[in-house]
């Protein structure tokens, strides 16, 4: 076995040699890579001149907030709902997210309102907590889902918690999808939660398999539609990760009187969203089969990315007790746990060698990682050659790190 202080000798060595080299490496936020918008190209120019729709009204013109109905059966089809519980937004899910707080603010009032935040979890989500001033408590994730049991408890103690934010399916950052037995659990809070809580289902990874067969994800509407709760759960998605991440479109998916209400909410800032692009989107990915199809030429990019990185974890990381990883079906991210209290550090080490991470505390409420070890890596943006640099750099920064606590 090598002596612990020769290793951290040799890391160190090796660490100032990546910081001589002056790297300049991103693996932050999730983006696709410049290849997998190129699967989309053919966006443009699809409409070839046909704005009418089967109805024969014209995409071109104002109006038809909920989107055309073409997009809203794709949206039916990439959310498990119905085509009239959908709206079809823009190019954001994230946006529709925000609008959809903002409407239900006037109707929480301005009581304390609190949202339960499985961890870790999405930034953005937290970000948008923060911005209306509204409470977040933590709330455990297992491999399964949310830890429904302390849900439940909290949301029967706490009149104030008016909602959740959940990624069902190859959840951000830790890639676990939730079992059916959570789905039917989570379809029912509303039950010991009260009139107006709100499940967040952002399942912005549906279709973002990385295995040819995916984790099927139980539908929460059908379930809370038996329940008599569908007015509680707010589904949300997009192709962000689809076709172009900036000019793709969104779906939200509701109970069809909660639909009413929140379109009647947006009729006041906006007469559409753009529904030539609903309209391309449609023409382009056609259906479910479509969705498939195209995904399996994102998987083909991506899932080498993947591969490279825990390659490089397993080979340079296992067996050392300094970190622990998961290994997603899907989704966009790998989460891994260093050592308690060595995030921070590890993320500043790389940064300095030239290698951006999320921020430390970035996947908890208020950037505040209790234990300060979750680091959210991102594979999907650089290509391989820059990805491989960047791993080495990283693994060689959370070997040293703890070291350097274990032997001072
Ligand atoms: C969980 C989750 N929701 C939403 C988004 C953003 O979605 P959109 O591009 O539709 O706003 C992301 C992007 O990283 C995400 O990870």
């Known amino acids: 076995m090598t002596d612990p202080h020769a290793r951290q000798a040799e890391l160190q060595a090796l660490f100032d040699s990546y910081v001589d080299a002056g790297l300049k490496l991103d693996l932050t936020r999730g983006k696709p890579a410049a290849e997998q918008l190129d699967l989309s190209n ?144 989570m379809a029912e809070i ?52 689809v076709t172009f991440a900036g000019a793709g479109i969104s779906f939200l998916a509701t109970s069809i009187s909660r639909l009413k209400a929140f379109e009647e909410f947006l009729s006041d800032q906006m007469i559409g969203f753009d529904k030539v692009n609903q309209l391309r989107h449609v023409r382009f990915l056609k259906d479910s089969e479509g969705i498939k199809a195209h995904m399996a030429r994102h998987r083909e990019i991506v899932k080498p990315k993947f591969d490279l990185v825990l390659t490089k974890l397993e080979k340079h990381l296992a067996g050392k007790n300094m970190a622990t990883w998961n290994s997603p079906r899907g989704g966009y991210f790998i989460s891994l746990d260093t050592r308690p209290g060595l995030a921070t550090t590890i993320i500043s080490m790389a940064a300095e060698a030239g290698v951006k991470l999320t921020p430390a505390g970035a996947t908890f409420p208020y950037g505040r990682d209790p234990d300060d070890m979750n680091i959210r890596l991102a594979p999907t943006f650089p290509g391989l050659g820059e990805l491989e640099s960047a791993m080495d750099v990283f693994v060689t920064c959370v070997e040293l790190a703890s070291l350097n606590a274990e032997l001072v």
């Open 190 to 241: 509303a039950k010991v939660a009260g009139e107006n809580f709100k499940v967040f289902w952002d399942n912005a990874y549906a279709v973002h398999d990385l295995v040819e067969k995916g984790d099927v994800l139980a539908s929460i509407l059908a379930a809370a539609e038996t329940a008599g709760t569908a007015d509680s759960i707010v589904m949300l998605g997009s192709t962000s990760k």
């Open 42 to 185: 053919d966006l443009d120019g699809i409409l070839e001149g046909f704005y009418l729709l089967q109805d024969g009204s014209d995409v071109r013109n104002y109006g038809g907030i909920v989107g055309i109905p073409e997009a809203r059966q794709l949206g039916a089809e990439f959310m498990d709902a119905r085509p009239e519980q959908v709206m079809v937004g823009g190019n954001s899910s994230l946006n529709l997210m925000y609008q959809y707080v903002e409407h239900m603010m006037s109707i929480w009032g301005t009581n304390p309102i609190k949202f339960l935040c499985p961890v870790p979890g999405y930034d953005r989500h937290f970000t948008i907590c923060e911005h209306f001033n509204i409470e977040m408590i933590n709330v455990p994730m297992f491999d399964d889902g949310p830890d429904m049991a302390m849900v439940k408890e909290l949301v029967s103690q706490d009149a104030a918690i008016k909602g959740i934010w959940c990624v069902p399916k190859y959840s951000n950052p830790t890639g676990n999808t939730y079992s059916k037995e959570t789905v039917e659990q």
